[in-house]
Every structure is written in structure tokens, then in C-alpha cells.
């Protein structure tokens, strides 16, 4: 089954504390994205990747890394400097821009970050 | 002015009707249009994706997009409790090349017997 999965499904924070989210996916996509969904908000865009060991920030990057070594993985890191971290983590994939259908985007089931 | 604008509802309808959900955006030369359903709890999943103007049909759901007047919208016909979810309309810009999405903060449909 082709499909994208994030790992934890729950996941508990300690003030200071780095935490790592992993995406993993197995639909042959070149591009993979991070988002945050806070309760009755739209989602926001932490990070993108379009290529193997390339990517570029979204409109909240700050507190976050991420790391793109190969091309089915795109694992998001959470810094403590992230001063409000509780939020659902989504990881989506899809095609290249410039072809219509591979402009879809799809998700993975997402984690839920909490901060004790 | 945000630049993916949706009702945020709640949308009730009663079972069986028409539900229609809208959203605007501001961006002019965006080119690809989204429409995902999200579950309380769970990710949004993909239900309608359309390119050009005029109606794209799959199903009980059509979109329906007008580029000059930057309007997208969402019908679902013959609505069902089962459809009572978020609805996340999403705009591609398609700006410097990149697939990035813009999304609304979503319509909620409540479908009641």
C-alpha cells in the first residue's frame, strides 16, 4: 500500500527538550512539506522540500529544523526554541509543480505534540 | 485581508439537501484549486482538486471555480451525516515554482437526520 506515515502518533514534551517527528513515504514523491494546525485555525507551513538534501523554510520556521537525506524521509525537529509547540504536525507529499495533477498534495495522519 | 477566506461556520443542513461551501481568494494568478475534508481528530484528506473554470463533477461532490471572480466553491449533494466534517479549501499560487499550498481555516458542516 502506497502511502505516507508520521510516527508518533502522541508525543509528550518537556520544557527544554528537542523532539524529533518522522514522515516517512512511499509514493516515489519528490516533494514533502511540514505543517502546524492549531485548534480552529487553518494550516500553516513549517518547511518544504522539493529535492534530496534541499529545502526551504515556510511562513513559521523558527524553532524548527528539518533534514531531507533521502527521498521517501523528511523528519521535522522541534527546538526548544519553539516557545508554543502543542499543535497537530501534519507531513504531506507530492509531485513536482508544472505537471496539474501532481500539484495534490497528499497527508499522512499526523502527530500530536503536547508540552508538559 | 487573509489570502484564503472560508465561512467558518457551523454550516447545518438537514439530511438529504444540498450543502455549499465557499471560499475566496486573493491571490489573481493562482492556478490550482483544493478542497480536503478533515475529521475532528484526524489529517484532511483530498476529496476535490480543480484547474480551470466552470464545474468539475466526481460523485455527490462538485467544484465549481470562477477565476475572475476569485470564488471556488464546494457542493455536496444529497448530504449525509457521515459528511459532517471540516472542509479546507486550499490555493495553489504556484510562486516561484514552488507547490506550496494556502489554506483556509476551514467551513464546518454539521449534516443532521
Known amino acids: 500500500d502506497g502511502g505516507i506515515t508520521q510516527s508518533p502518533k502522541y508525543l509528550f514534551r518537556k520544557e527544554g527538550q528537542n523532539v524529533t517527528l518522522s514522515c516517512e513515504q512511499n509514493l516515489n514523491h519528490d516533494a514533502m512539506y511540514w505543517y502546524r494546525q492549531d485548534p480552529g485555525q487553518g494550516l500553516r507551513l513549517i518547511y518544504y522540500s522539493q529535492i534530496v538534501n534541499d529545502f526551504q523554510k515556510g511562513d513559521i520556521a523558527e524553532g524548527y529544523s528539518v533534514s531531507r537525506e533521502k527521498k521517501e524521509s523528511f523528519p521535522l525537529t522541534v527546538t526548544s526554541a519553539q516557545k508554543n509547540p502543542t499543535a497537530f504536525y501534519l507531513c504531506a507529499s507530492s509531485g513536482l509543480a508544472g505537471e496539474s495533477s501532481y500539484n495534490e498534495q497528499f497527508f499522512g495522519p499526523g502527530t500530536r505534540l503536547t508540552v508538559l | 485581508q487573509k489570502e484564503v477566506e472560508q465561512n467558518s461556520g457551523p454550516l447545518s443542513v438537514p439530511e438529504g439537501a444540498i450543502a455549499s461551501l465557499n471560499c475566496t481568494y486573493s491571490d489573481r494568478v493562482s492556478q490550482s484549486f483544493f478542497w480536503y475534508r478533515q475529521y475532528s481528530g484526524k489529517s484532511p484528506e483530498l476529496i476535490m482538486s480543480?484547474?480551470?473554470?466552470g464545474d468539475k463533477e466526481d460523485g455527490r461532490f462538485t467544484a465549481q471555480l470562477n477565476k475572475a471572480s476569485q470564488y471556488v466553491s464546494l457542493l455536496i449533494r444529497d448530504s449525509q451525516p457521515s459528511d459532517s466534517a471540516t472542509y479546507l479549501c486550499?490555493?495553489?499560487?504556484?510562486?516561484?515554482?514552488?507547490?506550496?499550498?494556502?489554506f483556509g481555516a476551514g467551513t464546518r458542516l454539521a449534516v443532521h437526520p
Open positions: 486550499a490555493v495553489n499560487p504556484l510562486r516561484g515554482g514552488y507547490n506550496k499550498l494556502i
Open positions: 480543480i484547474y480551470s473554470n
